[in-house]
């Protein structure tokens, strides 16, 4: 069984005091005084501070939630990214009525946006997790402390591309912590990074029986500093596109690999997102998996929520089989692909067939759509039908197993973090470098990845054709905003529209200012440091 730091759940846990004012107001989220703790459970807390990306609290996926205030199954990690960073764009349009759903899909979110504030609120919890590791155990063990400082950049990373101008510390504190710009966070993400890399472990693919997996190691510095130095000169005004190849390359060249091999009809990128991905072979391009295990780590927010969201009971992604749909009991049908997405791969018309004919159909092996019964264009956005749904996400078993741990709660982990990143963030940087055009080199990066899918490959790849790789690659992954934003497509005079942009059907443009959201109005009136974001 997967190493799972599975402590988390009958470990004592040291809480952390939030360093921010976040920890007030409307969510109602009550420190606790560490100096009430007389023993510090230094493992626990470690496990804490991974636990914080995975789950929605201590006590399951019915238990009480770190973040409170609003409905817990809302508020873990992975579903409030995918929310933030996919429904606005040209990848996924949601039909659930849920306060927040329709103002994400048209972009007209405001300052007390409850799922904007359920991000905002967990990424701080996160932080102060680990600052109350760093604060009582930093001397345990120089790995785990390095491992710990990396989960806050990681933290702070998503508010920086998110938030743009947060509030920072990096003590547990109650005084009200000052506001850093874009620049100064990027600065600060930038030397801490540089700080911790020799400490981490060095960069080694892993599987679920490996006791270190599920944990960070030099790989996942790597990539995270070749994020950061991609979208440079978003968040600072200048850009950075040689350190991002740099860094990249450095991922390229490490000891991961490519999920390229097949398992029982199963192709290598479609078993990264299986219910035994850590098992099946697939995990060797895991920099940094999101771990779970059904009978012991259950959330509606993690894994469960990208497959039940985007299922329906009708289903079936087995040839043969009409009673297996995702390998769970749920199928929620909420998330489905606006039609950008799937035209991608059908720039010519798609075909209405299920799930492992399209893959056919496309020549890619990443063309996971379920057309039967569907159409194309959405009519309705209130219709799950009305749209092509994503079958991408199984907790279905390359073995044939098609119940793992738990009849609800998969076991499948989420690559947060995966190889396939680094070749088109140096394929990206390389066509900056060279006038909007790859050179030999990042054409030879994007032609690895098309290999892979089993698609056609090109003799070069200008900017336009990079972004719409990364649409076929990582959608439904959490990353498309960042993506839209960097190449200028998404709020602002853009020359790129979608179906339901900005809220009419044909689309239409909407103002610059929603690259980043807004700070929760919560926080702007209990911390008297920080300014609203403008247009808010």
Known sequence: MKRIFNNIFNAVLVLAAMAVSSCTGDLDVTPIDPNLNSEVNVNALFNKCYGSLALQGNGGANGDADVSGIDGGTTPFLRQMFNVNELPTDEAICCWGDPGIPEYNYATWNSSHPMVQGFYYRLYMGISFCNQYLTVAADHDATMTAEIRFLR????????????????????????????????????????????????????????????????????????????????????????????????????????????????GWTGYQLMFMGDNGENGSSCEAIFPILYQGDTTTSWGGTLFYMASTFASDMHPIRGDETTTNGTDAAWGGNRARPELVEKFFPNGAPNVASYDMIEEAGDDRAIFWGLDRTLNIEKTSEFKCGFSVAKFLNIYSTG???????????????????????????????????????????????????????????????????????????????????????????????????????????????SYRNIYPIPANDITNNSNLTQNPGY
Not at 185 to 206: D, F, V
Not at 419 to 432: C, F, G, Q, S
């Open 153 to 264: 950049c990681l933290n702070y990373y998503y508010l920086l591309d998110t938030f743009g101008n947060v509030s920072f510390s990096l003590e547990v504190t109650s005084d009200l912590p000052p506001q850093y710009t874009s620049a100064q966070l990027y600065a600060w993400l930038e030397q801490e990074l540089l700080e911790i890399e020799p400490s981490l472990s060095a960069p080694t693919a892993k599987t679920s029986s490996s006791a270190d997996y599920g944990r960070v190691d030099k790989a996942a510095c790597w990539l995270l500093l070749a994020r950061l130095y991609l979208n440079a000169q978003v968040y600072t005004g200048t850009a950075q596109w040689a350190n991002a190849k740099t860094y990249a390359e450095k991922v390229i060249n490490s000891a991961y690999s490519l999920s390229t091999k097949s398992v029982n």
């Open 401 to 511: 197993a098609t119940v793992g741990t738990n009849n609800t709660h998969p076991d499948a982990d989420f690559f947060l973090m995966r190889k396939a990143e680094a070749y088109l963030i140096a394929a990206e940087a390389d066509a900056r470098i060279n006038g909007g055009s790859t050179s030999s080199t990042g054409t030879g990066y994007i032609n690895q990845l098309r290999t892979r899918a089993h698609a056609e490959t090109k003799s070069g790849y200008t900017l336009d054709n990079i972004l719409d790789e990364w649409a076929r690659e990582f959608y439904f992954e959490g990353r498309r905003r960042s993506d839209l934003v960097r190449f200028g497509k998404f709020g602002g005079n853009s020359d790129y529209i979608w179906q339901y942009k900005g809220g009419t059907y044909e689309g239409r443009n909407f103002d």
